[in-house]
């Protein structure tokens, strides 16, 4: 029982033998000591049950929103966005519903609705409570910076969670206990956080962020959900994102196998029941200010402020019917937003903004529509890229400022393709070897060894040395491992290639490995970076699908795209093949669950890997985050060094050559973290 929510005992009537409120419950006792009177109110208050709240009711009444953590501090009030009011009481103890998803735009509130959540739990149904971030690391921020002021900030929670600093309180930054429970907070990344313990409620926080595996020991959500299994219809599961990919989307497969509700708000015109969708959204061109919505029923033009009161008498219609009757989904964009965060006009202005770049269409459609960006993996043709071959001036061409290398192993050679990058990541390829012999043949690692120290020759006549060269570990990971650490970490990086997206980070790492080296095993004796190969993959299809600017365009200065490809005349036919030998296709498993995979169209594709080696190999060097200094340190090299001349009385030192190498000087405040060989 809850002794904070309940009524007080009215003090002005406290006479232990008021007769209305104590003589059937006290007759037989002697209560003629100290302290009596106390004890006897205590009683009173403990008999009387807490009221009958939802979620919703829990939050207007006790939540209180701390400026450390919020835009508008103050009392919680569920007005504010009216949305969330039906999601919040689907969560409450009263309704059937055991999973509930949420497939939203950013910023529309639903990780409050969360929180309150867990108040709920804390204060009015205490059980045990597991709340899942991407990482532990993000669990540990939302610990401090939206569960702390959540306690500390409402004191209903305040009496019942103690502080940190007391002993024994039970109060740890991924712990929290509380009278009847307990919450803990853990990471997707954590196979120990997610079968600690069993666990009434679960909130998944941002599934479509989780890995794919958890300490490679299965699916994230899976694992958790598994820690309900024994409360049966007791269990409440709550999970929350904004989606991302077509066909790998977490929240997009549980929102299409639920019921699939629209929040439906009526036309201050007509009163036609309708839920807003983008398409809908108009503006004159160039003209975002101007953008109002169009009435599915009358076609009036609605006004943003009109929006307030649309929301207010909006309710959730489902669209589909569930497979499973306690499986419950809400879909919300970000049209929906109140008056005061993200407006009509900002939307337009974000979508136009994105036009023209596919990361930035795919964040919009995202973020702002809380749909799934569909990912296009056909291969172009071959042939078109044959005919979109080039003549270069010389090796590298004007714009290559630096260069990375990517090495395939196979059983009877090694092949290295060579790629220059310039601003925008603008490639070129700049040379493709085949080493023969293989990784068996001592032979072949010195060829390898020797094209460390070659140069290539920059139009402006530097020379420029490799960046980086990542070689893949895939076969015969031993000789690789043995090769890398005899060349030092600074120009070579082992990858491993791993199946599937992550937008976020496309290359993790490194992580130390066993090594055997001349047959002796070394713990940790290799530094391994992993590779998304499915995300550099697709970006390298749609940046060969990049089109050239005309010939007039040219002429008014028109820059290439950000990201397009230069493939030199001398690139065959066989090499080409390779380059676009995958195709992006989707893949159903037995329960209808959609996945998007990488296969092969043709054998042979190492022309496809070689170059996802040498895009991870720019990653790992920074080229992502270059800023303005570091890119025109590097033209500074390549525009004013020259070609070194074959005389042999220079100091020797001056024939090092110097294009290419990044090594802008530290300064306060620098942010690209470069390897020594860089510096």
């Known amino acids: 029982m809850s002794e904070s929510s309940s009524t007080p005992w009215p003090t002005s009537r406290s006479r232990l033998n008021d007769e209305e409120n104590t003589s059937d419950l006290t007759e037989g006792f002697d209560l003629a000591f100290d302290g009596a009177e106390d004890i006897l109110r205590a009683w009173r208050r403990g008999m009387r049950p807490d009221p009958d709240l939802t979620v919703s009711e829990w939050a207007d009444t006790h939540r209180k929103l701390s400026s450390r953590a919020s835009a508008e501090p103050g009392q919680y009030r569920t007005a504010r966005t009216p949305y ?18 949420f497939m939203k735009a950013a910023q529309v509130g639903a990780t409050e609705a969360g929180n309150n959540w867990i108040g709920f739990v804390i204060h009015h149904a205490p059980g045990p409570m597991l709340a899942v971030l991407p990482t532990v690391e993000m669990a540990k921020r939302t610990s401090r910076g939206r569960i702390d002021p959540l306690i500390e900030d409402s004191p209903a929670l305040k009496e019942r969670v103690q502080p940190a600093r007391s002993r024994d309180a039970g109060n740890s930054m991924l712990s929290k206990e509380f009278p009847g429970g307990i919450l803990v907070l853990t990471g997707a990344n954590s196979a120990t956080g997610l079968r600690s313990m069993p666990a009434r409620y679960v909130f998944l926080d941002e599934v479509d962020a989780y890995p794919a595996s958890a300490d490679e020991e299965g699916d994230p959500v899976s694992l958790a959900e598994a820690r309900t299994t024994t409360f049966a219809h007791r269990r409440k599961v709550f999970m929350v994102s904004t989606p991302t990919i077509r066909g790998l989307s977490r929240i997009e497969r549980e929102f299409d196998a639920s019921d699939q509700r629209r929040y439906f708000v009526p036309c201050p015109h007509c009163d036609h029941m309708q839920w807003l969708q983008f398409e809908r959204l108009r503006w004159d061109k160039g003209q975002p200010e ?53 407006t009509w006009e900002q939307i337009a202005r974000d979508w136009l903004a994105a036009q023209g770049s596919d990361e930035m269409l795919r964040a919009a459609r995202n973020t702002l529509l809380g749909e799934t960006w569909v990912e296009s993996g056909d291969a172009p043709e071959w042939q078109r890229l044959a005919d979109r071959r ?84 895939g076969y015969e990971a031993a000789a690789v491992y043995a090769w890398a650490r005899l060349q030092g970490i600074a120009q070579v990086a082992p990858v491993k290639g791993l199946e599937g997206f992550n937008r976020a980070t496309p290359v993790s790492g490194p992580t130390f490995v066993d090594a055997t080296v001349n047959g002796r095993k070394l713990k940790r004796g290799a530094r391994l970076w992993t590779v998304a190969t499915a995300t550099f993959k697709a970006e390298t299809y749609r940046y060969l699908r990049l089109e050239r600017p005309s010939d007039e365009d040219r002429t008014l200065g028109v820059p290439n795209p950000a990201g397009m490809i230069h493939l030199p005349d001398w690139a065959d036919s066989e090499w080409l093949k390779q380059l676009v030998a995958e195709q992006l296709v989707t893949i159903r498993d037995r329960r209808g669950y959609a996945r998007q995979e990488w296969q092969k169209m043709r054998e042979r594709n190492e022309a496809l890997d070689t170059r996802v080696y040498a895009r991870a190999a720019a990653w790992i060097l920074g080229a992502d985050r270059f800023d303005e200094r570091m890119w025109r340190q590097l033209e500074k090299q390549a525009g004013v060094e020259t070609k070194i001349s074959d005389q042999t009385d220079l100091p020797e030192k001056v024939a090092e050559p110097q294009a290419g190498r990044i090594a802008a000087p530290r300064r306060r405040g620098w942010k690209i973290s470069t390897p020594k060989y860089m510096e």
């Not at 969330?84 to 519903?97: E, K």
């Not at 010389?394 to 059983?411: E, M, N, R, S, Y």
């Open 84 to 101: 969330l009011r039906a999601i919040m009481d689907a969560l409450s103890p009263n309704n059937p519903a055991q999973r509930i998803s």
């Open 390 to 473: 080039e003549a270069y001036a010389a090796q590298i061409p004007l714009g290559g400022l630096f260069l990375t290398a990517g090495a395939d192993v196979q059983k009877d050679r090694i092949e290295v393709d060579v790629w220059a990058w310039g601003r925008g990541l603008e490639s070129w390829l700049v040379d493709h070897i085949v080493i023969p012999g293989g990784p068996g043949d001592p032979a072949c690692w010195q060829a390898l060894t020797d094209l460390l120290g070659q140069t290539w020759v920059h139009e402006n006549g530097a020379v420029m040395p490799l960046a980086k060269l990542a070689i893949d570990t």
């Open 290 to 342: 101007t953008a109002a919505y169009a009435c599915e029923g009358c076609d009036a033009s609605i006004s943003e402020h009109h929006k307030t009161d649309m929301l207010a008498r909006g309710e959730w219609r489902a669209t589909a019917t569930s497979a499973d009757p306690n499986a419950i989904g809400f879909h919300l964009s970000a049209l929906y937003s109140p008056i005061g965060w993200k």
